[in-house]
């Protein structure tokens, strides 16, 4: 796709241009040929706007931020011209730079935020030492720059002394992210890319940072290129959006244009397929295929193999930029029927008419499958016998749980990191022994006999409870191949099947869930899987024994965007087949929606070790009760672009120390209805079901009559910097 | 704070277990030297009797005592520090090693300080220049002088430059005729004599290049490295504060287990170089089956090393902030 | 690949026309009073009934001996054969390793054993074709005396080497998979011996022990003892990182036994570091062995280098020019089997590195994006 200079790019003021790509390239030399990982893009950044940058992982997206800084790591190789364009100077060829002249430029004209807080810093120094020697390199005021680091600091609700005198392990993810940006700032600069700066946060703190950047951005006039995954979470964050696909722009446009009248059908599939909180389920679909191999683009428009509408034109000819309006650019041929035709093309590719059960319809007087009663997990700085002096830290990871899972059942839950969701989900699975209180699966304890050991005594209870892991890499043994991994549970469990047997039924399971040909993949390492392959194996390992409860442990949040869908659907028709219930978890309120909605399952939210609230998708995602499940529906992004993003319904946003749980309510220090009541008494699960749907809420504003409403209002104040901090 | 603590009482658990140790081995393997001593100078001694108390006197072990009263009789002579009498050179042991244990030190800690300096200094060039010659050629001496035994580069050195050159002396550990004392011409006999002997034991650099170099090319793909060039650091801070110091902080444990072998290998080197320190008379105890004195000497040597061990470990909180407890979950 | 169709839309797929029902396979209910039960409650109705469905297929076409036979030669000889064979320091080390093994086998048969007066005293090397490595100052056969030494140090390598690596690997996992008291008792254990200093430890047990220490394999294992806590130790700290993985929790979850996650699971993430030390250790055990036979504090019988090196001391090889062979001749030989263990070290990793393993493989399309990881050899080679 190399675009000339169309007519929508020359009518644009060159007044007001930044930063400008013209037919920029990054190429790598690999053994099986040259790789193209930015395949001669134009792009121009505005001054002083906000541009989102949405590509999957493997489009060139973080070529693209590295290629504006002329920092493409090596062998890589930039062509092309980037061009910078001063407020009040002549523009600077980015690419022609010196070697001195291009430190200068970098940091202090334009800086970067990497995707990976956790590793950004020395481990070695504190906070400060990277403030002061980046301020010395440029040889800018120490003293003046260090001001400027506690403004910054305290702009982003960090506490600036403390920060400064910390070691980088001693902070959290969310504040190492947010010092990051504050380092990326310190000298003034005029544009700002950030490369998936929020990727491995949670939602909360996310949407947080969002809505600082805004704050921010209009203080200091910063132009920022936002690049992404994560289509809703930018789309009211940026003025203009542009869509990467497999190394090229697909579609560039304001953002509006873009998110209400898509032009390019790889952005209306995108925004299908990304789960969110409002779009009807039915409208939620995968993007079939994936995506290319930068060593073999496909011929013509490189997204026609994905297409529903490509013709023998797209195969052909690669399309050149169409205006598709004001300012919007599409690369695609059909553009302009493209708005009807996909829909139509999209909708009669699969049907999905699934007749699922409501949490409704379950009789509440079915037997669960799995009972949680009072579930207690402590965990502690372990004694170790000989000359221990150390005094023991006990964290309550799970505080008081009790949940009944049914067959065909799901849970999710979700809440944010450390509130103790994978530990309960563990817990309830058998993996890990909880300190108080009773699990039970059928009636029987699954504890029982089993003493002191760290497994089940009963061994049929052991089968039938199964995990599936987040991290695909890390899940199946990087040393077998498919076959010995799948083999293993079928030889502990189908002691009868002879070997034949067996590898006709890995391959037949791996057939059915569409990896083929199964006899190719049956020999492969695990690292010879993309990410998608290796989860549905682990999916198929654990289905292999027929269990009647799994624990997926965020099994999509590791995946592309686009295969996240699909990888539920598999796991919902797997269900079907094999009547498993689920028990999930996630840090992501519209996967939760998706998966729960679309079995008639029940979301649960977690806060601290506490389930805060616990009803049917419906009624957690649009009458939610409890202020954390609505803070956590705020942290959401959503693809409509009026909603205020501004308004954090919460008072601090880093959570609390959990050595030093607060007291009664443990959502008091955050809430913003919190009153006095709220800090010596603990609210109980209250039934709040109706003919809507089932909904327990653990917040005494669910009581109409309650002493709450009486009580003294805990002082509303703006988000102040953490009392308490949580390190990692 | 607690884990200094909690490894100090490890310190002293491991002198506690060596001491015990010894005790067991003198007093209870079969053909242990308590009996030897015994059945050896017994017959000469015209009462027998007294053949227990000198083994009482020599080891601090009484033949005749019940086992636990003999072993807390033993415990006690040695928190006094009373490591029993040498036969062979009829001198208190304690008094021996006290005058040896300032040689081996000396010589030690030089070894250990010359061979990581200049292996780390090896191993970071390389990794700067990394697929150079100067690469492929430091891999190729690392290699080989990895493959040589330090008591092998000791007896090759003492040949060429002790005797064919006769640059170094060719034993003892002091100039002959100089006052002993903090005066210039001693001291530079002492580190003349120290010389050969600290040099055979530069074939650890070998390894420690090697190990630095794997360390350096592993952080030069760090994201923070990665940042810090975009900040527009100096060259030097990179390599200084960035590289250098992540690269050598995990090697702390790899020296921390060549102190034992260093001193462990004192005992060859002080015997090819007839330097007396703890190793030297461990030998000649051997050789004389003087066990009051080679028992002496294995306690002292491996209390030296628990000390030098214990000082890495406390200091090695200071240079790493991350350092600290570990975790022990059980499962 | 369609993976969220159902599967009764596909007319072209295998398992068109069963209905939704066929393919629930029996539930666990049928058979919750134990495991052995259940798996015959499988079997009652596996293969035949849903012989369409892949969660109950059994085989139609059997796997001959044949393919299994050529499966296992893939697996254990052809693929790690055809990484080593390109790789230089494979070949030297294989070169290097077996001229010693040759000499310890057929060498031994082919040079006679020499004695005091076979020869005239302290000849040179190359003087004579009889005695081509010279004599010694009692007029003994250097060459003979070499290559009847190795055969007894090569079995005490190897018997240090493999206790060594046996005690370390099992401390180590042990320690640190089960975690707890078994954790803190044997890492106390661990710890204890890695603050003993080696040599003047074995030097000790050497004294005291003579009678049992007679014969190279036992004195092989006595050199271990001082040499498995290092290993034990860092073993420990790999075994903490991998039990956390995933994978391992996975199979705690299937039931699996602690042997096989142990055996199965966790020693092959681990083989590559046990290999490496396993030469490591072996190149430590003949240093070691050699420096006590050249103190005189061991017991000997047999020829051995280190009493060569000994006799050659004590005769004053340092300062007299007409023994300096007797001198480099057992020097040369630890030197060049200690290159021969550390080159082999260094490229056996690459076997056990699953990337390079597929590569060297027949599985079609070799679509790897990774580049290969930097071999972590040198990092191991600790002092």
């Known amino acids: 796709m190399t675009i000339s200079q169309s007519a929508a790019q020359a ?25 193209r990982v930015l395949n001669g893009v134009d792009f121009e950044v505005s001054r002083d706007e906000i541009v989102g940058v949405i590509g999957e992982s493997g489009s060139g997206k973080s070529m693209f931020a590295s290629a504006m800084l002329d920092a493409v790591p090596e062998p890589g190789v930039t062509t092309g011209d980037v061009t910078y364009y001063p407020e009040d100077d002549d523009p600077v060829s980015v690419t022609d730079l010196s070697k001195e002249e291009l430190r200068r430029f970098r940091w202090e004209e334009v800086s970067m935020v990497f995707q990976g807080a956790m590793s950004s810093f020395n481990p070695v120094l504190k906070i400060r030492t990277h403030f002061v020697e980046t301020l010395s390199a440029h040889d800018y005021n120490v003293e003046r720059g260090l001001e400027r680091v506690r403004e910054l600091l305290e702009d982003l609700y960090l506490e600036p002394e403390r920060m400064l005198e910390s070691y980088p392990h001693e902070l959290s993810g969310g504040m190492k992210q947010r010092v990051l940006i504050a380092l990326s700032l310190v000298l003034d600069p005029e544009m700002l890319v950030m490369d998936e700066p929020t990727a491995a946060l949670d939602l909360l703190m996310q949407r947080s940072i969002i809505s600082l950047l805004h ?173 221990d002096f150390g005094d023991s830290e006990i964290v309550t990871a799970v505080d008081g749980i009790s949940l009944d899972i049914y067959q065909n059942d799901v849970v999710v839950l979700v809440g944010e990191s450390g509130c103790g969701k994978t530990t309960l989900g563990k817990t309830a699975v058998g993996l890990q022994q909880p300190t108080d209180g009773t699990i039970e699966y059928k009636g029987r304890d699954i504890w029982e006999g089993s003493g002191n050991s760290s497994t089940l005594a009963d061994k049929e209870i052991r089968r039938a409870l199964q995990i599936v892991h987040q991290d695909p890499g890390s899940s199946l043994n990087s040393h077998h191949r498919v076959r010995t991994i799948l083999e293993t549970p079928l030889k502990r469990w189908h002691s009868d099947l002879d070997g034949n047997d067996r590898r006709e039924r890995i391959l037949g399971m791996l057939e059915y869930v569409g990896i083929s040909p199964p006899e190719d993949y049956i020999d492969r390492y695990p690292h010879q899987l993309s990410g998608g392959e290796k989860q549905r194996v682990a999916l198929i390992r654990a289905m292999l024994i027929n269990p009647d409860l799994i624990l997926a442990d965020e099994a999509v949040s590791a995946l592309d965007v686009s295969l996240r869908v699909s990888t539920m659907d598999l796991m919902i028709e797997l269900q079907d087949v094999f009547n498993t219930s689920y028990l999930a978890i996630s840090h992501d309120l519209s996967n939760a929606r998706y998966f729960a909605e679309k079995t008639g399952g029940r ?3 977690m806060y601290l070790g506490e389930l805060v609230e616990i009803g049917s998708p419906e009624q957690i995602i649009h009458d939610p009760k409890h202020p954390y499940t609505q803070a956590l529906r705020w942290a959401t992004p959503e693809l409509d672009r009026d909603e205020d993003i501004d308004d954090n319904p919460m008072r601090t946003i880093d959570v609390p120390d959990q050595t030093n749980m607060p007291s009664g309510c443990r959502y008091h220090t955050r809430c913003p209805k919190a009153r006095e009541v709220c800090r010596t008494q603990k609210p109980e699960l209250i039934d709040r079901s109706d003919e809507d749907g089932v909904q327990h809420t653990a917040c005494f504003r669910a009581l109409e009559d309650h002493e709450y409403w009486d009580s003294e209002p805990i002082a509303e104040e703006p988000p102040a910097a953490e009392e308490t901090g949580s390190a990692d | 704070m607690d884990w200094k603590i909690r490894r100090f009482g490890q310190g002293l658990f491991t002198v506690w277990a060596v001491v015990s140790l010894t005790f067991f081995i003198t007093r209870m393997m079969p053909g242990n030297p308590v009996d030897a001593f015994v059945a050896q100078i017994g017959p000469e001694l015209e009462n027998p009797q007294e ?116 640059w170094f002396p060719t034993g003892g550990r002091q100039p002959s005729g100089v006052e002993a004392g903090f005066n210039l011409p001693f001291m530079l006999g002492m580190i003349h004599h120290a010389a050969l002997p600290v040099f055979s034991m530069l074939v650890a650099s070998g390894a420690a290049s090697l190990t630095m170099r794997g360390n350096s ?72 089956r003087d066990y009051p004195l080679m028992m002496g000497a294995f306690t002292v040597i491996t209390i030296a090393v628990v000390i030098a061990l214990l000082i890495a470990d406390l200091t090695y909180g200071k240079i790493d902030p991350r350092a600290g407890g570990e975790n022990r979950e059980a499962f | ?157 190897a018997s240090g080497a493999v206790f060594t690596v046996v005690i370390g690997s099992f401390f180590g996992v042990v320690a640190g998979y089960k975690g707890g008291m078994v954790d803190t008792v044997l890492s106390t254990i661990t710890d204890v011996f890695i603050n003993i200093p080696g040599l003047p430890l074995v030097i000790v047990l050497a004294m005291l022990l003579e009678e049992w220490i007679n014969n190279p394999v036992a004195l092989g294992v006595l050199l271990a003892v001082a040499a498995w806590a290092g290993l034990a130790r860092s073993i420990r700290s790999q075994v903490l990182t991998i039990r956390s993985e995933s994978f391992i929790e996975a199979a705690r979850a299937m039931d699996l036994p602690t042997r096989w996650i142990l055996l199965r699971e966790i020693i092959p993430h681990l083989l590559p570091y046990i290999v490496v030390n396993m030469m490591n250790a072996a190149r430590r055990v003949i240093f070691a062995a050699v420096a006590l036979y050249f103190l005189g504090v061991l017991p000997f019988s047999d020829a051995n280098w280190g009493v060569m090196l000994n006799n050659a001391y004590n005769a004053g090889a340092l300062y007299r020019t007409s023994a300096i062979h007797w001198l480099l001749v057992p020097m040369i030989a630890i030197t060049g089997i200690a290159i021969g263990l550390i080159l082999l070290a260094q490229s056996l990793d690459q076997v056990f590195n699953p990337r390079i393993r597929a590569r060297h493989q027949d599985l079609g399309d070799d679509d790897q994006i990774e580049p290969d990881s930097e071999t972590d050899t040198k990092d191991m080679m600790n002092v």
Request: aromatic content about 8%.
């Open chain 2, 51 to 166: 053949a227990y108390e000198l083994a009482e006197t020599y080891m601090n072990i009484n033949p005749e005592a019940p086992l636990h009263v003999a072993y807390r009789d033993y415990m006690i002579s040695m928190v006094q520090g009373d490591l029993g009498r040498s036969m062979s050179q009829n001198a208190e042991v304690t008094e021996l090693m006290a005058e040896a244990v300032p040689w081996t030190l000396f010589v030690m800690s030089w070894a250990i300080a010359i061979s990581f300096v200049v292996g780390i200094s090896l191993g970071a060039i390389m990794a700067y220049w990394e697929g150079s010659t100067f690469d492929t050629a430091v891999t190729g001496y690392a290699t080989t002088v990895t493959s040589i035994p330090f008591y092998v580069l000791a007896l090759l050195l003492l040949m060429v430059f002790g005797y064919q050159l006769g």
């Open chain 1, 603 to 605: 979301i649960g939210v």
């Open chain 1, 11 to 35: 009518d644009r003021p060159n007044g007001d241009v930044i930063m400008e790509l013209d037919d920029t390239s990054v190429e790598f030399g690999m053994s099986r040929g040259r790789s």
């Open chain 1, 215 to 387: 704050d921010i951005q209009d203080k200091h006039d910063l132009t920022i290129v936002f690049i992404t995954h994560d289509l809703p979470l930018v789309a009211n964050l940026a003025d203009r959006l542009a869509v990467l696909y497999a190394f090229e722009f697909a579609e560039v446009g304001p953002a509006d244009d873009i998110l209400e009248d898509p032009a390019h059908p790889y952005t209306r599939a995108l925004l299908n397929a990304t789960p969110n909180l409002s779009a009807p389920l039915e409208e939620m679909r995968p993007i079939e295929g994936e995506s290319p191999d930068p060593v073999n683009i496909p011929e013509g428009c490189s997204y026609h193999p994905r297409c529903p509408i490509a013709d023998e034109m797209c195969r052909s000819h690669d399309p050149d930029a169409y205006d598709a309006g004001a300012d919007h650019d599409v690369h695609c041929h059909h553009w302009e029927d493209s708005i009807e035709n996909i829909d139509n093309a999209l909708a009669s590719s699969g049907s999905m008419d699934r007749s699922r059960r409501t949490a409704a319809d379950r009789s509440a007087d079915e037997e669960p499958v799995v009972s949680l009663d009072d579930i207690e997990v402590e965990f502690g700085s372990e004694n170790d016998g000989l000359l």
């Open chain 2, 217 to 288: 090319v592993r952080i030069l793909g760090e994201d923070y490295l990665r940042v810090a060039r975009l900040r527009g650091l100096a060259d030097r801070t990179i390599a200084v504060r960035y590289v250098a110091r992540n690269a050598i902080l995990p090697m702390y444990t790899g020296l921390m287990i060549a102190i034992g072998t260093m001193f462990g290998g004192a005992v060859v080197l002080e015997e090819i170089y007839t330097y007396r320190g703890m190793g030297y008379y461990m030998i000649q105890a051997v050789r004389m």
């Open chain 3, 1 to 157: 690949m369609k993976p969220s169709e159902d599967p009764s839309d596909d007319a072209t797929d295998p398992r068109a026309g069963a209905s939704i029902d066929e393919f629930v396979p029996d539930r666990p209910d049928d058979a919750t009073d134990g495991a052995a039960d259940s798996a015959t409650a499988v079997r009652s109705d596996g293969g035949t009934v849903d012989a369409d469905s892949p969660f109950e297929t059994t085989a139609s076409v059997a796997e001959t001996r044949t393919d299994r036979v050529d499966r296992f030669f893939e697996e254990y000889i052809r693929t790690p054969w055809s990484i080593l064979r390109t790789d230089w320091r494979a070949l030297a080390a294989f070169a290097i390793l077996g001229t010693y093994i040759l000499i310890a086998t057929v060498g031994v048969y082919l040079i006679e054993p020499t004695e005091s007066a076979h020869g005239p005293q302290l000849l040179g090397v190359f003087e004579t074709w009889e005695f081509p490595l010279g004599t010694t100052s009692s007029g003994k056969d250097v060459l003979a005396l070499a290559v009847h030494s190795t055969p007894s140090i090569l079995v005490m390598m």
